[in-house]
T-cell receptor, first 114, second 117 residues
């Protein structure tokens, strides 16, 4: 059974510092991996999707890497801003034969201090 | 505007009183799914649907029902709610499935906070 872990559960950094968020998964047979952002009282917003054949994806200040063999993904947020404060979740998609579903990590709650 | 709409946003009910949480998407997505989010347990899938009249159980389907009579709607039904179903519920949709041919991201609604007393 696929398990997804995000450590640490919470992180506090001063504004301007780069953020490094970690995601690990136990089964490398994934179809893709997604990073989401969740603001309090809101739903999840997709940030980046990395296909299993890709090593990284970039969008603005965000860069996500994927290493299937080691079961790890890292989300980098450059030059953090107070508006980046939120909970970040990663999720892996298993192939259709295994249920065509996402398994989520527990999330990392980020606070960027002005 | 492309969106997933859930209603209601907040719901307080009593044990055993049937309720329905509605979910609608305007993106013509094939795949729709329901999740619940609980402290310490994260997001867990309840049911999902690959297309009209095609539904399947997720990880925690007990106590829930769903239907997919139209492509845009995917209601979640609690026939006899119990206090352990108190949770934050999310509906989500995507084109082609989370492991589908398009590899498109999952779009979430804003959530329904349910309290069962």
């Amino acid at each position: 059974k696929q398990e997804v872990t995000q450590i640490p559960a919470a992180l506090s950094v001063p504004e301007g510092e780069n953020l490094v968020l970690n995601c690990s998964f136990t089964d490398s047979a994934i179809y893709n991996l997604q990073w989401f952002r969740q603001d309090p009282g809101k739903g999840l917003t997709s940030l980046l999707l990395i296909q299993s054949s890709q090593r990284e994806q970039t969008s603005g200040r965000l860069n996500a890497s994927l290493d299937k063999s080691s079961g790890r993904s890292t989300l980098y947020i450059a030059a953090s801003q107070p508006g980046d404060s939120a909970t970040y979740l990663c999720a892996v998609a298993v192939p259709k034969a295994a249920g065509n579903k996402l398994t989520f990590g527990g999330g990392t709650r980020v606070l960027v201090k002005p | 505007e492309a969106q997933v709409t859930q209603n209601p946003r907040y719901l307080i009910t009593v044990t055993g009183k049937k309720l329905t949480v509605t979910c609608s998407q305007n993106m013509n997505h094939e795949y729709m799914s329901w999740y619940r989010q609980d402290p310490g347990l994260g997001l867990r899938q309840i049911y999902y649907s690959m297309n009209v009249e095609v539904t399947d159980k997720g990880d925690v389907p007990e106590g829930y029902k769903v239907s997919r009579k139209e492509k845009r709607n995917f209601p979640l039904i609690l026939e006899s709610p119990s206090p352990n179903q108190t949770s934050l519920y999310f509906c989500a949709s995507t084109q082609g499935g989370v492991a589908g041919r398009n590899n498109s991201p999952l779009h979430f609604g804003n959530g329904t906070r349910l309290t069962v007393t």
